[in-house]
């Protein structure tokens, strides 16, 4: 076989294997059916990450769920106001609250580690028992047993706090961005019979990822059909440009947008040189001008806690009713 010939099977390998794997996952009803709703509804999620970061996170979190424009937030179990965060998911039960799993710490001044402690995962650690900055270096020193175990241990954590939790996602993406890290993500998320997020089919397939996502279906784990990456690039432009983000929201889709909140106190410019584009971002999904707009889309607000429900029980959720304390 030519050289030439070898690559044009391997395309068409590639390429059939795209094709099955896209025909197996679109057999049956949708998603959106399934969540029992029209085929052609547009169901958004709207995720604040980062919960029990810090203080000013922590209120400007709690003030965008109130709101109803923000219907899910992950909590970062290892930081030290998850307490808060906790306090909140106790008094709260309805809410949708997950767990950020964590192998990341990123910022200069404020930094945290595992909740197993350095002794137990030693690979997860800086010289100095913190996590790494970033997730390459992660990938490079650390083993994805730690890893793994790690991960547990903050859902655990989680759950013996007394938060239902309702989904799992992922710090900075380390637990997605190496296919090994992936796969126990997924196995992670079906031990707990949790859904998760994952970028969907049109993110996926440009990485060789199409496996990901029909090994979650193999699993039975479920998770957005869409996930809206990005911030917008000035604060200027906050309104104009999430507002055509909302308006490419597809019918007959799940789509996942995730946030950031923030208030401008000094602890928040203190901790993060994002500040500003997380105070931004929570006044804009938090304004019931926001709301309207969406509902003039003809776009569903829906939470997390419908795609768990789906999950264990096989059958849509009756809508929910928030009463905040």
């Given at each position: 076989?030519?050289?030439q010939s070898?690559?044009a099977?391997?395309?068409?390998?590639?390429?059939?294997?795209?094709l099955?794997?896209a025909?197996?996952?679109a057999e049956?009803?949708?998603?959106v059916e399934?969540?029992?709703?029209?085929?052609?509804?547009?169901l958004?999620?709207?995720?604040?990450d980062d919960?029990?970061?810090n203080h000013?996170?922590?209120?400007?979190?709690?003030?965008?769920?109130?709101?109803g424009?923000?219907?899910?937030a992950t909590?970062?179990v290892p930081?030290?106001?998850?307490?808060?965060?906790?306090d909140?998911?106790?008094?709260n039960?309805q809410a949708?609250l997950?767990v950020h799993t964590v192998l990341?710490?990123e910022w200069?001044?404020?930094k945290w580690?595992?909740?197993l402690g350095?002794?137990a995962?030693p690979?997860?650690?800086d010289?100095q028992?913190?996590?790494?900055?970033?997730?390459?270096?992660?990938y490079?020193h650390?083993k994805?047993?730690?890893a793994e175990r790690e991960?547990r241990?903050?859902i655990?954590k989680?759950?013996?706090?007394g938060i239902d939790?309702?989904?799992?996602d992922?710090h900075?993406?380390?637990?997605q961005?190496?296919p090994?890290?992936?796969?126990?993500?997924?196995?992670i998320?079906?031990d707990?019979?949790?859904?998760?997020r994952v970028?969907?089919m049109?993110i996926?397939?440009?990485?060789?990822g199409e496996?990901?996502?029909?090994?979650a279906a193999?699993l039975g784990?479920?998770?957005?059909d869409?996930?809206?990456?990005g911030d917008?690039?000035n604060?200027?432009?906050?309104?104009s440009?999430w507002?055509?983000?909302?308006a490419?929201?597809?019918a007959?889709?799940?789509?996942?947008?995730?946030?950031?909140?923030?208030?401008?106190?000094?602890e928040?410019?203190a901790?993060?040189?994002?500040a500003?584009r997380?105070?931004?971002?929570?006044?804009f999904?938090?304004?019931?001008?926001?709301?309207e707009y969406m509902?003039?889309?003809?776009?569903e607000?829906i939470s997390?806690?419908?795609?768990?429900?789906?999950?264990?029980?096989?059958?849509?959720?009756p809508?929910?009713?928030?009463g905040?304390?």
């Amino acid at each position: 076989m030519t050289m030439q010939s070898k690559n044009a099977f391997s395309m068409i390998s590639a390429l059939c294997c795209t094709l099955a794997a896209a025909s197996s996952l679109a057999e049956g009803p949708s998603l959106v059916e399934r969540l029992g709703f029209p085929a052609d509804a547009k169901l958004l999620i709207v995720n604040a990450d980062d919960f029990g970061m810090n203080h000013a996170t922590n209120q400007a979190t709690i003030r965008a769920l109130k709101s109803g424009g923000v219907t899910s937030a992950t909590i970062m179990v290892p930081c030290g106001w998850f307490p808060e965060a906790a306090d909140f998911a106790r008094a709260n039960p309805q809410a949708a609250l997950g767990v950020h799993t964590v192998l990341t710490s990123e910022w200069g001044r404020y930094k945290w580690g595992p909740v197993l402690g350095r002794e137990a995962v030693p690979s997860l650690c800086d010289p100095q028992g913190y996590f790494y900055t970033d997730v390459a270096a992660l990938y490079l020193h650390a083993k994805i047993e730690e890893a793994e175990r790690e991960v547990r241990a903050q859902i655990d954590k989680a759950i013996a706090a007394g938060i239902d939790v309702t989904h799992i996602d992922s710090h900075m993406g380390a637990m997605q961005y190496a296919p090994g890290y992936h796969e126990r993500y997924l196995h992670i998320a079906r031990d707990y019979n949790l859904p998760c997020r994952v970028a969907g089919m049109d993110i996926m397939a440009q990485f060789g990822g199409e496996r990901i996502i029909q090994l979650a279906a193999d699993l039975g784990v479920l998770h957005p059909d869409i996930l809206f990456m990005g911030d917008p690039p000035n604060l200027e432009v906050t309104e104009s440009w999430w507002k055509d983000r909302l308006a490419q929201v597809q019918a007959g889709k799940v789509t996942e947008i995730y946030i950031h909140c923030g208030e401008m106190t000094p602890e928040m410019r203190a901790t993060t040189g994002s500040a500003a584009r997380r105070t931004a971002d929570a006044e804009f999904f938090s304004n019931p001008a926001t709301h309207e707009y969406m509902r003039s889309l003809g776009i569903e607000l829906i939470s997390y806690r419908e795609l768990r429900h789906l999950q264990r029980e096989g059958k849509p959720m009756p809508r929910a009713t928030y009463g905040w304390e």
